[in-house]
């Protein structure tokens, strides 16, 4: 079964001060890993995938990265509009190959940016 | 253009009542899915529907009906909900089961009383 464990489960930072989140997995093949944005009340919203160790991707002040065993969110001097719940998800491979389609969340972290 | 749309925003119904929730994409995408999400939990899946046929129940209480009429309209029909099914219904769609990423509606409020 498919696992992920977000960290920290909050986190507060000050204007400006760079952090990451890690996202942890274990998965039996990856088909892809996915960060959303979500703000209260709201869908989630699409950041980035990432399907292979080694692999980033930068998105303005977000850069993702991708291990065989996790993934980090690095975000560079945060802004207040940075607050969200960040949440990781993994698709993994099913049986022949095939995926399902179906998502494994982590539990999401909170960041708040303060002023 | 990523854009999902659901209606209604906000949806309060009583135990007895029998309502809709309607999910619309115009992206060409082939899967559609529904989630519920508590407070402060992540998006828990509830049905995938590829090329308008039902790929995954998670075992969705019977009271949740979904309906795909075509491929750019999903449907969750409520009935005899309870109290414990408020949440955000949240609809999302992928170009198919194979391409992963999903992009979500901004979710139906519903309340039960």
């Known amino acids: 079964e498919d696992q992920v464990t977000q960290s920290p489960e909050a986190l507060r930072l000050q204007e400006g001060e760079s952090s990451s989140l890690n996202c942890s997995y274990t998965?039996?093949?990856?088909?892809?890993l996915f960060w959303y944005r979500q703000d209260p009340g709201k869908g989630p919203e699409f950041l980035f995938t990432l399907y292979s160790a080694g692999e980033e991707k930068e998105k303005e002040r977000l850069k993702a990265t991708l291990t065989k065993k996790e993934s980090f969110l690095h975000i560079t001097a945060p802004k207040p509009e940075d607050s969200a719940t960040y949440l990781c998800a993994v698709q993994g491979l099913r049986a022949g190959g095939t995926s399902y389609g179906k998502l494994t969340f982590g539990q999401g972290t909170i960041l708040t940016v303060h002023p | 253009d990523t854009e999902v749309t659901q209606t209604p925003k906000h949806l309060v119904m009583g135990m007895t009542n029998k309502k809709s929730l309607k999910c619309e994409q115009h992206m060409g995408h082939r899967a559609m899915y529904w989630y519920k999400q508590k407070a402060k939990k992540p998006p828990e899946l509830m049905f995938v529907?590829?090329?308008?046929?039902?790929?995954i129940n998670e075992s969705v209480p019977s009271r949740f009906s979904p309906e795909c009429p075509n491929s750019s309209l999903l449907n969750l029909h409520l009935h005899a909900l309870q109290p414990e099914d408020s949440a955000l219904y949240l609809c999302?769609?992928?170009?198919?089961?194979?391409?992963?990423?999903?992009?979500f509606g901004p979710g139906t409020r519903l309340t039960v009383t």
């Open positions: 529907y590829s090329y308008e046929k039902l790929s």
């Open positions: 998965v039996s093949g990856l088909r892809g």
């Open positions: 999302a769609s992928s170009q198919d089961l194979r391409q992963g990423v999903q992009y």
